[in-house]
């Protein structure tokens, strides 16, 4: 049997942090495809989570080799604050609007580019209101040779562990409405859709 061990994430992960999103990055499938620039879509959706001051980051090994984590900020609002004072800005200048189309391999990569512009702060809590109960968020990636193994639920069990000794309120996470595999996964762990929009689900958990 495979060694498989579960730890907090350290910085000389970082490479294999980035591999695993991009791998990941089209719905669980690889999205290598889809880019030009293949660290893009992790220095959005797992790099700075490594490197902000209250980030939770674990990460799934097997036979010494990270295939797969876990990560969180207790409070998206400060996280956000930080993103925009710390993070994005020169990413702004790397990835800069307009971008020459002839360099953007799918809607995907353009995507991408356009989040990282876009302003993440300040935030209306009238528009998400269930940031007040549910601050945290997360995102889980796994590569499929460690999927179905159990491991997405011992590393959400693991991520709200530490969560409630941080005594935060709750969690919250949005999927695309057509993954329906993720959103079944969700829903067994304990989550419960609070907004259903055309193309995206919020889904929240209470913590403790």
Request: glycine content about 4%.
């Amino acid at each position: 049997m495979e060694k498989i061990n579960i730890r907090r994430a350290v910085l000389s992960d970082l490479p294999y942090l980035y591999e695993i999103c991009l791998k990941t990055g089209d719905e669980s499938k690889d999205a290598s495809d889809l880019f030009f620039d293949p660290y893009m879509i992790g220095q959005y959706y797992a790099a700075p989570y490594l490197l902000y001051p209250e980030g939770i980051y674990f990460v799934v090994e097997e036979t010494y080799r990270p295939q797969g984590y876990i990560l969180a900020v207790p409070d998206t609002i400060k996280f956000n604050q930080w993103m925009e004072e710390k993070w994005l800005p020169p990413l702004r200048k790397r990835y800069p609007q307009p971008f020459p189309q002839e360099l953007i391999r799918s809607e995907k990569e353009k995507w991408i580019i356009d989040i990282i512009h876009k302003c993440l702060f300040p935030m209306d809590l009238t528009v998400q209101p269930w940031l007040t109960d549910y601050p945290a968020h997360l995102h889980i990636d796994l590569l499929p040779n460690i999927q179905r193994k159990g491991i997405g639920r011992i590393l959400i069990d693991t991520l709200f562990d530490e969560l409630t000794q941080k005594k935060v309120s709750g969690l919250h996470l949005n999927v695309r409405s057509s993954n329906t595999g993720a959103i079944i996964f969700y829903e067994k762990m304990g989550f419960s859709i609070i907004k259903d929009q055309e193309l995206r689900l919020t889904m929240v958990r209470k913590c403790g």
